[in-house]
C-alpha cells in the first residue's frame, strides 16, 4: 500500500485468519485495515520524527456529542491534559471530501482542539483554528508537538 508518510515495521499476527497489527498506544492487536494502518503509521511518524510524545496520543477513543457516541481516530494532549489536535484517517481508497472536514468539526464542537488533521495517507490536510478570529490556516506541513504546544506546556 503506499502512503506520503514513512511505512514502519509493525508485530503483526494471524487470529484465525484475520490478520491483526499490535497497537503500541492501546497495548493491544487490532485488526489490520487499510485504515488502521494509516492510523499506525502516522502516530509512529509524529512520535519518532515529530516528537510526539507517545502517552499524550489516545487512538479511537470516544466523544458524547449531544448525547451521541462518537469515535475519533486520534486525539493528542498537551502535558495539562488539554486536547491539542483532533486526527481523522482514512484507508488511502478514501477520497479526502467535505464530508470529512464535517465529521472532524463536529467532533471538534467537543474538544475545541487548536489542530485539526485529516488524511488518507495520501493526502494531509492539517489547519489551526483561531477561535478568538473565528478563522483558520492550513498549513504547509505537520508541524513538531513544542511548536504547538502553548507555553508553560512543556
Known sequence: MEINIPQYNFKTRNND????????IRRKYVALTPEELVRQNLAKFLITE??????????EGSLDINGLNRRYDMLVFENSGNPLMIIECKAPSIKISQKTFDQ?????IKTMVDYLLVTNGIDFYICKIDFIDKTY???E????YFSIIPNGSK
Open 50 to 59: 515529530k516528537k510526539y510524545p507517545a502517552p499524550l496520543i489516545s487512538i
Open 104 to 108: 472532524i468539526a463536529v467532533y471538534n
Open 17 to 24: 485468519g484475520d490478520i491483526q497489527i499490535f497497537d503500541e
Open 141 to 144: 506541513e505537520i508541524p513538531d
Open 137 to 139: 490556516e492550513f498549513l
